[in-house]
């Protein structure tokens, strides 16, 4: 018995098609999405750089050197709090991990100037003792900005911190004191200045060398020379709350891509005032609203895809619109929470699509600029763009057009940037600095211990949680032995 051929459309359905598959194309630029996705990993692996035992070690030494030198700043003048709790973020300020200014920043270059960077949160002031949402004064501020009246402590803290504050007297005769963004800033790049002399009048074997102590703006940056390593430390002075503003509360009223995935107590467990202000704003008075502590929870809902894309996109736009500084990392993490929030998850959970989700953050970025409007993930009716001209947005907006015809040449581009920077790194290490350097608490004795079992357990800490809430607790009696909190576990 005869069988009937296949009509054409079954043909088509069992794989009898004898064409061959055409390869995913980017209907833009006309580039493979299969090569896109090479490049994104061939960046990836340049950017992310494996640490070994050694390195973790220097990478201990540093936080350590950093955590004294706090606590001897505490000391000085018992402004700091005695249990103070940092925020330890991986990556510069420069890379967009806190919403800041970049504009008064000196340029650093990862190989000309350091190898790894971090950002350093340190509390001046706490205020932890409230449950209910919180209510700063907004009434001088736009969005997303606040003053700080020093009413909301106690007359030991106004004592203590009056001569880095602004002064208004109200007509009923009473005096209000404004904790002065720029005021803490100088006292703290003064502090430290005096502290890090100090320590170098008697400087102890294996003890870190400070290469550079500048204050960009409100941020003091620290490059440490540790070993082979040369590590930037930007340390941000901030206030810091327990629980949630007020001004942010509907965003709780709404669905995210984090619901069901970690728990809304994770998400506002607090926030931080930092020493930024508004474009119009009073330099000397004004503080910017920051969910730092909120965005490291977050980003662990973030597919490792979209994370590559996200990094891959940051290196072009940092070094294409550069000037002026108009557009900054953290606009692009801004735009890339909310994409988390419009598109499905399954879609961002695809392994193999990090080139549609590089292209989609750049066609992103670009309607935010054409339309010049880039809302605050947390409180939406912030537009942070609104400031800017229509010629700086033109500018920029057709400088990301070029980006976008071809992306695979601008990717290529960073992934060179990351081998040179690299190579910089290994020259240096090269040229001497490659022998081992013991912790500062080190007597000289057997190099395997302690040390080693430090250096494994921070090389886990750093590298085995990318992208979590590292908070440190020392006590400036005893800086040897801090104490660390990956979100909410203890070690």
Sequence with gaps: MKMAAPTASKAASLGCNNKPAFPELDFRSGARVEELNKLIQEFTKHD???????????????????????GMVQKLDQKLPVANEYLLLSGGVREGVVDLDLDELNVYAR?????????????????H???????????????????????????????????????????????NYFFSPTKVADWFYDSISIVLSEIQKKPQRGMPKVEKVEKNGTIISIILGVGSSRMLYDIVPVVSFKGWPAVAQSWLMENHFWDGKITEEEVISGFYLVPACSYKGKKDNEWRLSFARS????????????????????????????????????????????????????????????????????????????????????IPQCNMLEHLSEETVMLQARKLSSVRSDPAEHLRTAIEHAKAANLLTLELQRRGSTTSIPSPQSDGGDPNQPDDRLARKLQQLVTENPGKSISVFINPDDVTRPHFRIDDKFF
């Excluded at 201990?60 to 706090?70: N, V």
């Excluded at 009246?149 to 002064?167: A, N, P, V």
């Excluded at 909310?338 to 992103?364: K, M, S, T, V």
Aim: hydrophobic letters at 40%; proline letters at 4%.
């Design 129 to 175: 003792d409230r449950n209910q949402p919180v209510t700063l004064d907004m009434r001088h501020s736009a969005l997303c900005h606040s003053w700080l009246s020093l009413r909301l402590f106690d007359e030991g803290t106004i004592s203590k911190w009056k001569d880095c504050c602004t002064i208004v007297d109200h007509i009923n005769g009473a005096t």
């Design 295 to 378: 965005e490291v929870q977050l980003k662990k809902c973030i597919s490792s895809s979209l994370m590559q894309a996200y990094q891959a996109c940051k290196a072009i736009i940092i070094k294409l619109l550069s000037r002026p500084k108009a557009i900054s990392p953290y606009h692009l993490r801004s735009m890339m929470l909310w994409a988390c929030d419009r598109l499905p998850a399954n879609y961002l959970a695809q392994e193999d699509y990090a080139a549609h989700f590089l292209l989609g953050l750049i066609d992103d970025l670009q309607h935010c600029l054409v339309n010049k409007m880039c809302p605050n993930y947390f």
């Design 111 to 127: 190989g000309t100037d350091y190898d790894m960077d971090f950002t350093l949160l340190v509390p001046a002031l706490k205020l």
């Design 48 to 70: 992310q750089r494996e640490y070994d035992d050694q390195r973790a070690l220097e990478i201990h030494t540093a936080k350590d050197f950093i955590f004294s030198m706090l």
